[in-house]
């Protein structure tokens, strides 16, 4: 049987309701369950693919080339299952799926309305393409009170009358604001918050409080009370060292007690030791060093969320602290000095993007990094530039550019027209469609024999997930090659370059996918554990 628990969010936005229904996913897992996580978005985008990273952060891509919200990356890192297209849905997607069968004239002529139209939508998506899960988490994006945040919030009260409550669970998660001048914690905020929900028809179970420092027994009592909630229900979420820390701090304040109390479940203590091992990596390492990335977005780091993660678990693997250096691309085209910035840096990563803006600057942190021998990592976005410096720089084609930025000279990368995916041949062409249209999900690469990257994996057919739509053009590959830029990871059709790599650079590598979906705490990508161990090694020489 399954059961469902809703997470909703109040007082204010990015409470870390993602991390905490990702936590509370990993605490179910030590026990034995069976879980999967999804998300609801109030937005009335179809999915975050064509938002400006300022706007939402990174979008985050699944197997089945979803473009999702950055949360699922939590869902995943924390729980080790794969997320895919059924579990992110936007009121965008909803409302175009509802008036698509309008149109077909599925509902026979009736008045399509938000109730039951909408709401039956929702429900149908929580409820469908279940795979005999024990729990299905469902987080509600947004903030209780938000006007398009309505139709979910009827859609999950709904979901109690037809489920019952033993298959049901509320989880509120609020702020208690500290006041320096009252010197205490304020409960009014959630008591408002809660006060919200009664109003759409649901009691949350579960208060689930941030704070920055421990909740007086008294105001827990205060909570309880004025929100309808049991005192052992009331679960303070304090601040920790590291967001490996949560699912540990969660168990000791009774989190999933609560949840197997409300359903009836009789459990044993959870085996939550690798995230006691993962906690203590992370916060007591051996050494640190030092990473610049040199990116477009780096005034919102959670444009780079996985990206973080996975240098995070590079330096776990490594027993090291990753200090990032946020560097941003554009000051190296306008400062003439500016490459001195990354002369105190360890390695250097060019992530994703889109445009013109700043490529240049990435050019030259290229050129900083091959020449000075530092380890460079470029992905999606930074393995392009990578093969536009060394067709400029080492194999001499003065005009080498990328027709992203328009017309080019000498096409080093170039609009990707068609490619196969499985047994079926996508296309695309310029002035198409943005939203869902690039080269997104999953795809095989071959690896070569002898490349570093064939050693870094241990195995030669590997699969990564891709969001681009501009791809390095193979008839410059002979010219390349003899300059020193070796194709050392290939579309198993031999059309695609998805890796390169310098072999007589201590780590030069490109690649066109995002390995950085894929990292875990538990489970570190190959490819950030060696440029961290590069990184490392580079350390010691300086």
């Known amino acids: 049987m399954t059961r469902f628990i809703f997470i909703t969010g109040g007082v204010v936005s990015s409470l870390g309701k993602g991390l905490a229904s990702a936590a509370l996913g990993a605490l179910l897992q030590a026990n034995g369950f069976k879980v999967r996580l999804r998300k609801l978005d109030p937005y009335l985008n179809v999915d975050p693919g064509t938002m400006s990273p300022y706007q939402h952060g990174e979008v985050y891509v699944t197997d089945d080339g979803a473009e999702t919200d950055l949360d699922l990356g939590h869902y995943e890192r924390f729980t080790g299952v794969a997320s895919r297209q059924s579990d992110n849905v936007t009121t965008g997607r909803i409302y175009s799926d509802v008036i698509a069968k309008e149109r077909r004239g599925d509902y026979l002529g009736a008045t399509i309305q938000v109730i039951p139209h909408v709401t039956d939508a929702i429900k149908n998506f929580v409820t469908s393409n ?37 298959r049901t669970m509320y989880m509120h998660l609020t702020l208690l ?23 759409v028809g649901i009691q949350p179970d579960v208060l689930l409080c941030r704070a920055d420092r421990p909740l007086p027994e008294g105001e827990r009592k205060k909570i309880s009370l004025f929100c309808n909630v049991d005192e052992r229900d009331v679960i303070p979420a304090l601040d920790v060292d590291t967001i490996y820390r949560v699912p540990l701090a969660y168990h000791a304040e009774g989190l999933d007690a609560s949840v197997y109390r409300h359903f009836n479940i009789e459990t044993g203590e959870p085996d939550l030791s690798r995230w006691e091992t993962i906690a203590e990596t992370a916060i007591r390492p051996e050494g640190e060093v030092s990473i610049a990335v040199v990116g477009k977005y780096t005034v919102l780091p959670d444009a780079y969320k996985s990206l973080i993660e996975a240098l995070t678990h590079g330096g776990i693997a490594n027993n090291v602290k990753v200090n990032i250096k946020w560097i941003e691309s554009e000051i190296f085209e306008t400062e003439s000095e500016a490459l001195h910035t990354l002369e105190d840096v360890h390695g250097v990563l060019v992530p994703g993007g889109f445009g013109e803006r700043g490529s240049e600057g990435k050019i030259s942190a290229v050129t900083f990094a091959r020449e000075r021998g530092v380890p460079y990592f470029g992905i999606c976005f930074g393995m392009q530039m990578a093969v536009v410096e060394a067709a400029r720089n080492l194999a001499g084609i003065k005009g080498a550019s990328s027709t992203e930025f328009g017309e080019a000279k000498e096409p080093v990368v170039g609009l990707l027209t068609e490619w196969m995916n499985g047994n079926q041949l996508e296309q695309r062409k310029l002035g198409g469609n943005l939203g869902g249209t690039m080269r997104l999900g999953a795809f095989p690469c071959t690896l070569q024999d002898g490349s570093r990257v064939r050693e870094i994996y241990a195995e030669q057919d590997i699969s990564e997930r891709h969001r681009h739509r501009y791809e390095v053009n193979t008839e410059y590959r002979p010219r390349l090659e003899a300059a020193g830029l070796k194709f050392t990871g290939m579309s198993p059709d031999g059309l695609l370059p998805e890796i390169v790599e310098i072999p007589e650079h201590p780590w030069f590598i490109g690649v066109q996918f995002h390995p950085e979906l894929k990292s875990k705490p538990f489970e570190p990508h190959p490819l950030f554990t060696s440029f961290i161990d590069a990184a490392v090694k580079q350390a010691r020489l300086v």
Do not use: M, W
Not at 141 to 151: F, K, S
Not at 177 to 197: F, M, R
């Open 130 to 166: 279940l795979e005999e899960e024990d729990f299905i988490l469902c987080e509600i994006g947004g903030t209780v009170g938000d006007i398009e945040g309505l139709p979910f919030l009827e859609a999950i009260r709904q979901l109690r009358n037809d489920l019952g409550r033993d």
């Open 177 to 199: 604001p500290y006041i320096p001048t009252a010197g205490e914690l304020k409960t009014k905020p959630t008591q408002h918050s809660v006060k919200e929900l009664l109003s």
